[in-house]
């Protein structure tokens, strides 16, 4: 009931911020009798107390004050808080978070596409096209390069103001990833063209910068594939000291652009 709810938040010392949406949804599901009890999903306690998993329930009994009969399980290593998926399943920004990284849910989005960019995944379309990572393995990335990581999502984030939210961060700091490894000074120069208030040095910038405002505004999108593909094209074009007047993608017959 409500006093042992308390006493497991009371224990909450170390967890994911709260979804208030599960919250209510679990409430809903108290008061009107659709709460089903033997459902195998465990309260997970940590071996130094703390609860570990089952914070969303907790809370809809304490606000909701209705007993109900949950599995408890005792003497949980804390660690595997990574790769727990009850309850509400956990995202890589819950596993952020509880790891104290800074913009947790924007540094997680970024480098979760970059994995799947870098892996030559852009979204075609296809749930199999997106690279599988799990939650542990996205904190790894972090924390190999967190010094790298958090830059870039304090940078998409200024980018992502300055260019009108335009492009997303999410897509600014993917590619910023990408490009700065090929030639990190032409990257900056690049994203503070497109997105920023430098002056264009190539007119492709110019391109690619009206065609993104175009399609941000019009009611009917093109795919993310195809816009990736003009990204990078605009990009090979600044490296190379070429100009586009257009951009062309054709996925039917013309292979994906190569970062160069």
């Known amino acids: 009931g409500k006093e042992r709810a308390d006493y497991y938040l009371s224990v909450n010392k ?3 911020p709260v979804d208030k949406r599960k919250v209510d949804q679990f409430v809903s599901e108290l008061i009107n009798g659709n709460w089903k009890s033997n459902t195998g999903e465990a309260v997970k306690i940590s ?4 609860l570990l998993d089952g914070q969303h329930r907790m809370i809809a009994v304490s ?11 005792y003497d949980l290593e804390e660690s595997i808080f990574d790769v727990l ?17 800074p913009n947790y849910k924007r540094t997680a989005a970024i480098i979760r596409e970059y994995n799947s960019f870098k892996s030559g995944k852009y979204y075609s379309g296809s749930s199999k096209d997106v690279v599988k990572n799990t939650n542990a393995s996205l904190l790894s990335e972090y924390k190999k390069n967190y010094i790298i990581y958090d830059k870039v999502s304090v940078e998409s984030n200024k980018l992502y103001g300055s260019f009108n939210r335009v ?9 910023y990833l990408l490009f700065s490894n090929r030639d990190i000074e032409k990257c900056e120069r690049f994203f503070n063209q497109l997105c920023g208030s430098e002056s264009v040095t190539n007119k492709s910038v110019l391109t690619l910068k009206n065609f993104l405002i175009r399609d941000k505004i019009s009611l009917k999108k093109i795919s993310p594939k195809i816009k990736y ?3 990078i094209k605009t990009w090979n074009a600044f490296v190379l000291d070429r100009e586009l007047k257009i951009l062309k993608y054709d996925d039917n017959v013309e292979k994906f652009p190569v970062i160069l």
């Open 167 to 175: 492009l997303s961060t999410t897509n600014i700091g993917s590619f």
């Open 47 to 50: 071996t130094k107390g703390f």
């Open 14 to 16: 170390n967890n994911r």
């Open 229 to 231: 593909a003009f990204i």
């Open 85 to 101: 998926d009850t309850g509400k399943p956990r995202g890589a920004c819950d596993v952020f978070a509880l790891n104290n990284v």
């Open 63 to 73: 606000l909701t004050s209705v007993p109900v009969t949950m599995l408890v399980v």
